[in-house]
Nanobody
Framework: QLQLVESGGGSVQSGSSLRLSCAAS?????LAWFRQAPGKEREGVVSIDRDGKKITYADSVKGRFAISRDNQKSTAYLQMNSLTPEDTAMYYC????????????????????WGRGTQVTVSS
């Protein structure tokens, strides 16, 4: 059973940056970040395939967030810049059973494995 552990969340002011990490217990799957704010549905933020060649960003974070991965460490990173209060949410790392990623981030059920999340709070 693949395990995912997120870290790096926190409380920051608008305009600040945070870097999230997702450590996987093993494997070279597609990794993704989702987020969920209170009262809202889970939203796909970004995904990256095994080789790091296919990256898909949600429109809401394009130009501000950047995903990367280190396969030797089985870890993915999410660099978040120019944060706004609208980015406030619980951020979850997710992985598929395949090395390639789904074409979109609209269906969380395509990701079998999930971490417990790390909270990001952005104040104005």
């Amino acid at each position: 059973q693949l395990q995912l552990v997120e870290s790096g969340g926190g409380s920051v002011q608008s305009g600040s940056s945070l870097r999230l990490s997702c450590a996987a217990s093993y494997g070279l799957s597609c990794l993704a970040w989702f987020r969920q704010a209170p009262g809202k549905e889970r939203e796909g933020v970004v995904s990256i395939d095994r080789d790091g060649k296919k990256i898909t960003y949600a429109d809401s974070v394009k130009g501000r967030f950047a995903i990367s991965r280190d396969n030797q460490k089985s870890t993915a990173y999410l660099q978040m810049n120019s944060l706004t209060p609208e980015d406030t949410a619980m951020y979850y790392c997710a992985a598929t059973v395949w090395p390639f990623c789904p074409d979109s981030l609209k269906n969380p059920s395509e990701f079998r494995y999930w971490g417990r999340g790390t909270q990001v709070t952005v104040s104005s």
